[in-house]
């Protein structure tokens, strides 16, 4: 199985600032029609989780220009700018490579 | 508006079986791939099962595997979960979730609010 490591944030985060999330695969996510399948999902407090960015880039439908995604085969990132109160919550990694999915642990974002 | 209603959870003892149902809506059910993913209390999320549009293909984490069904009824636009000799580690809020990218089983684009399963004698 393909193992997701995410790392931690230095909470709490400055409202207004940028908090930049990593997560780490121990395979390449990269395919070879030049996709990369990881994805990114926010889950608030009390919610379901959603869909904030797929192929490792692309932002999903409604979801604010503050979030971006960016990375290499197995090392990423999401950034969060000027991080506001509904940013709150557990976020998570997720690769869509091959069966079984697998999520990382879940990074928690608070705000100060 | 897509919209994904779980139902079926509740308390069970260990070894025997309960079976989900998850509603769909806003969207041709019949067009995407559909999952469930579960979250133990206060832990992360864990993919569980996935089926192809039409049926003809299921995928299932090695846990679960011989004790899960995923189903699905196009014609009632409802996805299924039937478990059987469930363990006190399959506790978890169950949800199910449409893929995105029309026919395949890439990121989980819509979910539901979830149907807590507790498993415990």
Redesign the interface.
């Known amino acids: 199985d393909i193992v997701m490591t995410q790392g931690a944030l230095p909470n709490p985060v400055p409202s207004g600032e940028s908090a930049s999330i990593t997560c780490q695969s121990s395979k390449s996510l990269l395919y070879s029609d030049g996709k990369t399948y990881l994805n990114w999902y926010l889950q608030r407090p009390g919610q379901s989780p959603q869909l904030l960015i797929y192929w490792m880039s692309t932002r999903a439908s409604g979801v604010s220009d503050r979030f971006s995604g960016s990375g290499s085969g197995t090392d990423f990132t999401l950034k969060i700018s000027r991080v506001e109160a509904e940013d709150v919550g557990v976020y998570y990694c997720q690769q869509f490579l091959e069966f079984p999915y697998t999520f990382g642990a879940g990074t928690k974002l608070e705000l100060k | 508006e897509v919209q994904l209603v779980e139902s079926g959870g509740g308390l069970v003892q260990p070894g025997r079986s309960l079976k989900l149902s998850c509603a769909a809506s806003g969207f041709t059910f019949s067009d995407y791939a559909m999952a469930w ?1 579960r979250q133990a209390p206060k832990k ?4 569980v099962a ?1 089926i192809i549009y039409d049926g003809s293909s299921t ?1 299932y ?2 846990s679960v595997k011989g004790r899960f069904t995923i189903s699905r009824d196009n014609a009632k636009s409802t996805l299924y979960l039937q478990m059987d000799s469930l363990r006190s580690e399959d506790t978890a809020t169950y ?1 199910c979730a449409r893929h ?1 990218y029309y026919g395949f ?10 149907t807590l399963v507790t498993v415990s004698s």
Do not use: H, I, M, S
């Open positions: 993913v992360g999320l864990e993919w996935t995928y984490r090695d949800y995105g089983p890439y990121w989980f684009a819509y979910w539901g609010q979830g």
